[in-house]
Structure formats: C-alpha cells, structure tokens
C-alpha cells in the first residue's frame, strides 16, 4: 500500500479490452479473454477521477523509471502489478496511452536528483505534479500545513500543483530519487517562495 499526499492508493491495473488491445493497461502477449476479475476491475478504472488516474499515472511512471536507472527489467514488471500467469508469459505494464488533461501546454520532466549529507532544496514549488522514487539515503519533504515525512529507499512521494514545501536530506549519507514533474510548459521546474 502506497502513502501519498494523505491518502493511501493501493496499486491497481487495468486490463486492456477487445475494442483497445493496450489502452490503460496490460497488454498480454499469450492468453486471450476476460475473466470477472476483468469486469470488475474495468467498472472501477472508469469510475476514478481525473486526479487518481493522474497520481496513479504518476507513481507507475516513477517506478519505472526507477527500474531503467537501476539497469533492471524483470523484477521491475512484477512490481508494478504485472504478474505473469506461467513463467513463460511475457506481460507488459503500459504505463501511459492517454494525453494529460491540462488548461495549456504541459511537459513531463524526469531527473535523478542527489542530496548530499543535509542538504536542503529550499522552499519552493512546482507549477504542476511532482513525484519521486526514492533511490537510495533518506529523502524528508516538509509540505506547508502538513507534518514532514522522511522516505526512505523504495518508497515514493508525491507534491501537488503549487504546494510550497521543502525537500533535504536529513542524513549523514547521500540520498537519491529519480523524480518526474509533469508541469506547464515553458515555466522554471522550481520557482523559490518566502
């Protein structure tokens, strides 16, 4: 169960259907039909509302780009709620298919940031979605009005459209996070604040 902004997402995945062979979901390269588990799992992917299915487009594309940064592809797949039927099945995770809904233009951004030993990156924000992996080391973000939390390697975090907060490393070790901001176009990442 993943801890995000409040509130806890448990992963979901979303099957592909006889009309869209890979739209929003896994497309299977052996094994053909739907079960029940299918049906329902459908019903519930079109009931989400623009702001889950986003910070759920968010968190899968975070892990994966983990996965390629660690140079892994297997173990990555199984992670992300890929689960083979047989080990001879290759199953792929889409992890995107749909443009992201937004006033204007947006673009997606993916970095790898290093946090020295108690380093801090300021109190600023983002005009758009932030979400990170983190890497390795401890990563504290303290959001204004909310009490910080430190991530550790393996868990992810995600910052909200211009929500000020500060992100450091509280501890004697580098920290690191493959980090992904989907903001507008055009506009500095960060953009510092009092």
């Known amino acids: 169960m993943l801890r995000a902004s409040g509130r806890d997402f448990a992963p979901r995945s979303r099957e592909p259907t006889a009309a869209s062979p890979v739209r929003g979901g896994r497309a299977r390269v052996r094994g053909s039909g739907t079960s029940p588990e299918y049906d329902a799992r459908a019903a519930r992917s079109h009931t989400r509302g623009p702001n889950e299915r986003h910070h759920l487009m ?13 140079g892994v592809s297997d173990p990555c ?5 890929a689960q083979p039927s047989d080990s001879s099945s290759v199953v792929r995770d889409i992890l995107q298919t749909t443009p992201i809904e937004a006033d204007g233009p947006q673009e997606a951004v993916t970095g ?13 924000i983002h005009h758009g979605i932030e979400s990170g992996y983190v890497l390795s080391g401890d990563v504290e973000v303290v959001k ?26 509280p501890g004697d ?3 690191r996070a493959v ?3 989907v903001v507008d176009a055009g506009v500095p990442l960060t953009t510092p604040v009092p």
């Open 77 to 81: 797949t199984a992670t992300a709620g």
């Open 179 to 181: 980090v992904t901001w």
């Open 144 to 169: 204004d009005g909310e009490p910080g939390r430190i991530y550790q390697a393996g868990e992810t975090f995600v910052t909200t459209r211009d929500h000020p907060h500060v992100s450091r490393n």
């Open 112 to 124: 790898v940031v290093v946090f020295p030993p108690g380093s801090s990156a300021g109190h600023h």
């Open 173 to 175: 070790v580098e920290a």
């Open 58 to 70: 968010i968190r899968r594309i975070s892990a994966a780009l983990a996965c390629a940064v660690l």
